[in-house]
């Protein structure tokens, strides 16, 4: 599903006339060496600017992301379409993530919302209590990055390091991560009271 997320970044960012199908294939070539995010590549060749493609991308993922779950949510009986239509009004005039929108409007626990999300997206939902974190990673992240993006490093094998987040679905994060550790990035989705839990205790 990544994946072909990110094939469909590179469309969109040619549909824009930001790059060009030449430059898509050379950073997809790249991409495949050395393991960085399509994102990541085409901001180290010159093809775009980082504030071009987080425009795009932030832009692109919260129309797929706010169908999506809306939708996800409606079919598994969570929300009626009316309370969707309120959410979605709710964040345009806040400008939050629908499903925080959702469980502030009380129409969705945040619990059945990140059971819904991780289901959608087939990614691992962690809980965080009592969990026996590793000191020498969380270094590596700053105390303002993790607050700022709401993220907890939790674990690394062969130099990817999983990551609970309360919006998995969002690459623009996860790629400035990249960015401050150089490192490959794994996200699993965690509820946003236990993150911000965590990182006080860390901190």
Same mark, same amino acid.
């Given at each position: ?38 994102? /990541? ?11 071009? #493609? ?5 832009? %692109?993922? %919260? #129309?797929? %992301? ?9 079919? %598994? ?19 939050? +993530? ?19 999300? /991780? ?17 020498? #990673? ?18 690394? +094998? ?18 400035? #991560? ?12 965690? /509820? ?12």
């Amino acid at each position: 599903m990544l994946q072909r997320r990110r094939k469909k970044i590179g469309e969109i960012l040619i549909a824009q006339g930001l790059i060009s199908n030449e430059q898509l294939m050379r950073a997809l070539q790249e991409q495949r060496q050395s393991g960085m995010s399509l994102g /990541s590549v085409l901001i180290k060749q010159g093809y775009i600017s980082e504030e071009e #493609l987080t425009g795009v991308l932030g832009r %692109q993922i %919260q #129309l797929d %992301q706010r169908k999506r779950i809306g939708e996800v949510l409606i079919d %598994q009986g969570l929300i009626t379409s009316q309370q969707l239509q309120v959410g979605l009004e709710e964040q345009r005039n806040t400008r939050e +993530q629908l499903g925080r929108c959702l469980v502030k409007l009380g129409f969705i626990t945040e619990g059945k919302l990140i059971d819904a999300l /991780s289901a959608q997206l087939d990614i691992q939902h962690v809980v965080l209590d009592n969990f026996q974190f590793d000191k020498k #990673l969380v270094g590596l992240f700053p105390e303002e990055i993790v607050r700022k993006y709401r993220v907890v490093p939790i674990f690394e +094998q062969n130099g990817v390091i999983t990551v609970a987040m309360a919006d998995p679905t969002n690459l623009r994060t996860i790629d400035h #991560l990249k960015f401050k550790t150089g490192r490959e990035i794994e996200p699993v989705i965690a /509820s946003e009271k236990s993150i911000l839990t965590a990182i006080d205790n860390l901190y």
